[in-house]
Every structure is written in C-alpha cells, then in structure tokens.
C-alpha cells in the first residue's frame, strides 16, 4: 500500500488541475466598503438587486451591474431602499455573529477582472457561469446554509 500512496496523490493533483483547466474561474474579492455601506442602510448606487432566501432574512444580496444581464432562476429581485436594508440589518446583526456565519461583502469579477456585481453573504462564493449576450447565472447559497446562520432545523422556512 505504501508503494501506491504517491501514485496516488499524483494521480489526484493531475486530476485537480485538469479539472481547474476547464472553466474561466471567476473571483469573489473581499470588500470592506460593501459590508460598511449595507451595514449602515444605504444600497450601492449603480447596480441592480437581488436576495436569495426567505424576505424576511435573506442568506444573500446580489447586485449586478447594468452591463450584465441576470439569470434569475435563483434569485428574486428587490426595490433594495434603506429601510428594507435597516430591517433585513437588524435581522442579520452582522457585527455580532460568530465568524463562521458572519456575512462578507465581496465583488464579483470575471476571469478578466471585469465588475459584474456584489455578493453579500456568509457564503464566501458561488458557482457563476457567463451565457450568450452578457447573460450571468450565479448560483444561490445552499438551502442548508439558512440552518447554520439561524440555528433553525431545515432548509427555509
């Protein structure tokens, strides 16, 4: 059995980077001034926006820029103003969750480096996938992720 073990995790490193050779990955960079802006009620001009989750607490906040088109199979839109980012705020408490259900506020960025929008959530990324036309599809968090953040028993309620 020893005699195989380096075979095989050469053969799973040679596995890895196949496997990460065959999609563009795309990049959830971490950005302070997202979390500052939402956590004190005031959207982000210049994007539209989504949440994924139950209203009253969502497990995410999407904003997509104009040039991008959404595929919002996952994804429900909102007229996101401050006083529903003061009530969904209040909810999440952000500042005084533990680290593993904190929420990050991050930019979406394709492979090129190219702005397709935000993400706010204690996920710390999705799967995305750029369509035809500028047309995106960003993944939602898990269902299970509403367990962990509340403590409640399920998926969403």
Not at 15 to 29: E, Y
Not at 111 to 128: L, N, R
Request: one cysteine or more; proline letters at 8%.
């Amino acid at each position: 059995m020893r005699t195989h073990f380096p075979k095989l995790i050469a053969l799973l490193a040679l596995l890895l980077v196949v496997a990460a050779c065959g999609r563009p990955t795309f990049i959830f960079q971490e950005d302070l001034r997202i979390n500052e802006a939402l956590e004190s009620y005031h959207p982000l001009p210049g994007y539209t926006y989504y949440y994924s989750g139950p209203e009253n607490f969502p497990l995410a906040i999407l904003g997509i820029r104009p040039e991008f088109r959404l595929n919002r199979e996952f994804w429900i839109p909102v007229d996101l103003t401050e006083k529903k980012l003061q009530g969904w705020m209040e909810i999440i408490d952000n500042p005084h969750r533990n680290l593993q259900t904190r929420y990050h506020g991050k930019v979406i960025r394709t492979p090129e480096g190219e702005e397709i929008g935000i993400w706010y959530s204690p996920q710390e990324w999705s799967t995305v996938k750029m369509g035809a036309d500028r047309e995106v599809t960003i993944y939602s968090p898990f269902n299970t992720l509403y367990h962990t953040v509340t403590g409640n028993e399920g998926g969403f309620p």
